[in-house]
């Protein structure tokens, strides 16, 4: 007799995106919007990922928890995520810090964002919970995660995946056994645990959690109800199940998605500016480690109605062109050279301008004769005719926002203080 398929668990599940946090380490990218919001890769938001994964997972019922400076995110998820229609069973909600337990109180950390709304969550009744991070970017299954934790029966199941030993300082990171049955769970740990059998790796927290629904709620009442916890997964409510020997590591690899071309799993935190430079300027590799182009798990996002792209004089040292670049709706290239940069949407490159390794956020107009190379210019900005930047790192310093590996920051607020 032949074996009857199983049936998916995403179409009865909920992803709760938890979206509210600054990335302060963004320095002035995150001054007017939430690190979710920020854009990436041409014409996405870094928030579109966890969201793309989840509907082609196969999930229908998504909710973001929204909190600092959320105007932009929202705007964004309400222009681009609102086709989930309640009478096909999905929905799609956005969830602002709204003082729902307390009118002092908003959101206290990760777990008190959800424990806020269970109302919502009880109404919904999922039968599980896929807990996301709206900050990082990378391609992944969450069915398959799903589909081991059933399998194994674990009271929570966390998503992780391998770095350097010397990296995991910065994560949250968990001994296994030989089973994947987390034994330790350490927030960013001076010395963090190796895997087994590798002592020059460790197992990295994804901020990505897979819960029964009941088991979850009853676990937010009894976090809530702490006075000493902070409120917070990785800090309080997962190292507690850790304890109770109920914690399962998923490996990334396991579930990552990965066109033909793509290698090694992909995922970043570009919670900093370089790192944030780095992943768009990967982009333009001829074969990028991350494939945007995979028509079989495409990335969702806003799609803004916009002319083509357009490049325009064929002269001489005036001659409109792009290498290696991604230029989107709505470009002008005019008389001017883009290398291995990004080009958001709307952006204007006048003549005898030149752009490399430049991630140029939207509607941003470069000036004639403008000369940027390493730089990161916010939305909106209005390069002067003639201003270079990247050629000498004490001027760039002394005008704007320079990193450490020699990438620079330009925003509107720092070109004003120019005049």
Known sequence: MREEP????????????????????????TDRRAKPAVFFGGKSRIVDFALSNAINSGIRRVAVATQYKAHSLIRHLQRGWNFLRHERNESFDILPASQRVSETAWYQGTAD????????????APRHIVLLAGDHVYKMDYERMLRQHVDSGAEVTVSCMAVPREEAKGFGVMAVDAADRITDFVEKPKDPPAMPGNEAMSLASMGIYVFDTPFLLDQLKRDAADAASTHDFGKDIIPHLVARGGAVAHR????????????????RDVGTVDAYWEANIDLTDILPALDLYDAEWPIW?????????????????????????????????????ARRSLLFTGTHLHSYATVDEAVILPRVDVGRGARLSRVVV???????????????????????????????????AMLDRLA
């Not at 990334?252 to 995922?267: D, I, K, L, Q, T």
């Not at 000498?392 to 990438?407: H, M, Q, S």
Request: proline residues 5%; neutral net charge; aromatic residues 6%.
């Open 378 to 412: 916010d939305r909106g900005c209005r390069i002067p005719a003639g201003l270079v930047v990247g050629e000498d790192p004490v001027a760039d310093a002394a005008r704007f926002r320079r990193t450490e590996k020699g990438v620079t920051l330009i925003t509107q």
């Open 252 to 267: 990334f690899e396991r579930s990552c998605v990965r066109s033909a071309s793509e290698g090694a799993p992909y995922w």
């Open 113 to 124: 964002a959800v424990f806020q709304n269970i109302d919502i969550i009880e109404d919904l």
């Open 301 to 337: 996002s806003y799609g803004e109605v916009t002319p083509p792209a357009k490049f325009v004089h064929d002269a001489a040292g005036r001659r409109g062109e792009a290498v290696s670049s991604l230029v989107s709706g709505g470009c002008i290239v005019s008389g001017a050279a």
């Open 6 to 29: 199983q049936a998916p668990l995403a179409r009865t599940a909920m992803a709760f995106v938890l979206a509210g946090g600054r990335g302060s380490r963004l320095m002035e990218l």
